[in-house]
């Protein structure tokens, strides 16, 4: 397995953020502002910090690593051809490659190698695969071909074919040839001027750990302005209370459902808090108490005239007095009726009406205490009648015994009944108290409550006019009909009532503050209450405050996501496998090959932030560094020797392809490198692609 293989077998364990840094890195070593920006925000999201803009991470793939090798043996171009969509390439070409051997590609600049060159890496899986494939801009957009091609290939000799296209997971046969142009470069400058050697693929691992420092520095950044403002608090976190210690304990923790608790004050507690500051303050309880209860009195006694007012005249009372006057009417009716039979007696005109019943009841009353005629209306001839006085007479007796049998008849009876409940309740009506007695004196009583004087002044006169109105509908033919009747005003008996209770109240309560013990209760409900009235006021800044420690809390996280212990924990095991002495061993011959006499490789690996390096020291008597020393060209020979080095520790037997592997160098350089790569011929396919100005 290679080191870029193990590094993307190693990610898909890693934060969705980390495995996209590592999918950029593989790209381009050093990612833009702008995916800085995306994996700042892949890192928050990871976190519980929404993305406005929902950034998905990418990841890099198996498909997108080169493979070391092919099982089947090693893999051969024999032909690229039918490219398509390449350049302004034309269509259905072949160009052949020798199996084995040297195989050169070359001509002026503009002829299509670049082209090629671009097809090849991206087939092949090369790591930089940065260089877009253009279509022929010649043509209309609407008739440019998606990139595509084809490999003839052998495979342990084997013939094969393979097809390719751009934006399709490329064979993975291909991916066993090597990749080697300017972007391939091991061998750089380091910040100490000396250069340093980077195993192919740890560079992105020493890419990650500077991301992870760069994202680290941003969340610290971020933490210290999301920071929350705790002055507005500092007084009320003093306070011995249980807002002044949810306040001087506010962190991400604390509840929105506590300070909603504690804030929120229902009516009675706040009546209560007022009760309480103006009982504290008061300089002699005893004395206020009593007028306190005085003035209780007198308000629940202005209710109860009140309540008796809007009772007597109530539409229960007013109803029922006239239900009580229609029965009288038909009660009376049915009484006429009934004394029709006795019509014969030749009775004066009234009698057996409501008068002359009255009389005759009364004439039973006196007979009741007067002894000679006790027995009424049961006399004799001899005896003398209450009402005269004469003797009643044969026909008198028997007059009389007939009236008493229409008195007692069960019509006279209920019309006598009803008659007196209509009576009843019309004096109830009639003779209700109309005076509330609402004088200077109450109205000063209720002067806090203005709500309460107006509808004291507004009840008396309402109150006179339903009682008119009441009489005027009791009377026949007096034109008010019972329908229509002026409502009363809005009662204030309820309202009285809860004056007269919360006056006694604070009665009680300024006695009980005459006890130390009880005052002393008294203060601290007194400061609980006055501490949640203080909370609530800084309720919405409470509220902001949690929400910036949540986030800072957050944040938090954030930094400590970007440790590097486990990136530099992953280096150094890489290192230690896979970059070991026999990297440096070769690497030194490789130099040696290319002519780099002056250089030696230094087994010193750096793990710093995760970038596992070699040092290559210049060997000479003044010393130096190596970056004021070398040219262009012997540093481009560093970097084709670091390759060359990594390609003899694969112990593959793919193919390597060459894009202007003599590219600045000098005439004699450019001979070791012509000599080096006949040499790797003679072992494995190698394809050099060279502009013919450049020789």
């Not at 990610?11 to 994996?39: C, F, K, N």
């Not at 998905?56 to 090693?74: D, F, N, S, W, Y």
């Not at 007028?291 to 009140?306: D, G, K, P, Q, Y």
């Not at 000679?372 to 007479?393: K, T």
Request: hydrophobic share 45%.
């Amino acid at each position: 397995m290679t080191i870029l293989a193990a590094i993307q077998k190693w990610s898909e364990g890693l934060p969705a953020w980390q495995r996209h840094a590592i999918a950029v890195l593989y790209e381009r070593p050093t990612p833009t502002a702008a995916d800085l920006d995306d994996m700042y925000a892949l890192l928050k999201a990871s976190k519980g910090i929404a993305d406005p803009q929902n950034r998905q991470a990418r990841i890099l793939t198996p498909e997108q690593v080169a493979a070391p090798h092919v099982k089947a043996g090693a893999v051969q171009l024999t032909a690229i051809r039918d490219l398509r969509g390449v350049n302004a390439l034309a269509a259905g070409k072949t160009l052949p490659i020798a199996p084995a051997g040297l195989t050169v590609i070359y001509g002026d600049n503009g002829v299509g190698k670049s082209g090629y060159s671009r097809v090849l890496k991206q087939a092949c899986r090369a790591r930089d695969q940065s260089e877009k494939i253009h279509g022929n801009v010649y043509l209309p957009k609407a008739k440019r071909e998606a990139p595509s091609a084809k490999f003839d290939a052998l495979v342990g000799g084997t013939p094969a074919e393979f097809a390719w296209a751009e934006g399709v997971a490329a064979p993975i046969e291909l991916s066993s040839i090597a990749i080697f142009d300017s972007a391939c470069a091991r061998a750089y400058v380091d910040n100490h001027g000396d250069f340093a050697y980077a195993p192919y693929g740890l560079d992105i691992l020493a890419g990650l750990a500077e991301v992870c420092g760069a994202l680290k520095e941003r969340a610290a950044k971020e933490l210290q302005a999301y920071q929350p403002n705790l002055l507005p608090f500092q007084r009320l976190a003093q306070s011995p209370t249980e807002a002044g210690r949810l306040v001087a304990g506010l962190s991400a923790r604390t509840g929105k459902q506590d300070v909603d608790r504690l804030a929120d004050m229902t009516q009675d507690e706040t009546e209560r808090t007022e009760l309480l500051a103006k009982t504290l303050a008061e300089a002699d309880p005893k004395k206020r108490a009593a007028e306190l209860r005085a003035r209780a009195s007198r308000v629940e006694s202005l209710a109860n005239r009140a309540a008796k007012m809007e009772e007597a005249l109530s539409d229960q009372k007013a109803f029922a007095l006239r239900a009580l006057i229609k029965s009288s009417g038909i009660a009376k009716a049915i009484a006429e009726a009934a004394a029709k039979k006795f019509q014969a007696l030749d009775a004066l005109e009234g009698t057996f009406g409501e008068q002359w019943g009255a009389m005759f009841r009364a004439a039973r009353d006196f007979c009741a205490v007067s002894p000679p005629v006790c027995s009424f209306p049961h006399l004799g001839a001899e005896d003398r009648c209450p009402l005269c006085q004469n003797a009643i007479g044969k026909d008198g007796a028997a007059r009389l015994a007939a009236f008493d049998d229409f008195v007692k008849g069960e019509a006279a009876s209920l019309a006598t009944a009803a008659r007196a409940a209509a009576e009843g309740a019309f004096r109830e009506a009639r003779d209700a108290p109309m005076d509330l007695l609402f004088d200077e004196a109450l109205r000063h009583d209720l002067d806090d409550l203005p709500g309460l004087v107006q509808a004291c002044g507004d009840l008396q006169p309402a109150a006179v006019a339903r009682r008119d109105a009441i009489i005027k509908a009791a009377t026949p033919n007096a034109g008010q009909p019972w329908d229509a009747l002026p409502a009363l005003s809005d009662s204030p008996t309820a309202g009285l009532r809860t004056l007269a209770g919360r006056l006694r109240q604070q009665a009680v309560t300024l006695e009980e503050s005459m006890v130390l013990k009880e005052r002393a209760e008294m203060e601290k409900e007194y400061a609980e209450l006055r501490a949640r009235q203080e909370l609530f006021a800084l309720k919405d800044a409470v509220l902001h405050a949690i929400e910036a420690f949540k986030l800072a809390a957050t944040l938090g996280q954030c930094v400590a996501a970007t440790a590097t212990t486990a990136i530099s924990r992953k280096s150094t095991d890489l290192t230690s496998t896979m970059a070991s002495h026999e990297v440096a061993e070769a690497l030194t011959a490789e130099l040696r090959t290319l002519g780099v006499q002056d250089i030696k490789v230094a087994m010193r690996p750096s793990s710093a932030r995760a970038k596992t390096t070699f040092k290559l020291v210049l060997e000479t008597d003044g010393g130096g560094s190596p970056a004021d020393v070398l040219s262009e060209g012997e540093q481009r020979a560093i970097a084709l020797a670091s390759f060359l080095a990594e390609v003899r520790l694969g112990k593959g037997s793919g193919g390597i392809v060459f894009d202007d592997p003599v590219s600045s160098l000098d005439h004699v350089r450019r001979e070791r490198v012509a000599k080096r790569l006949a040499l790797e011929a003679q072992e494995r396919q190698v394809v050099a692609l060279h502009t013919t100005s450049s020789s």
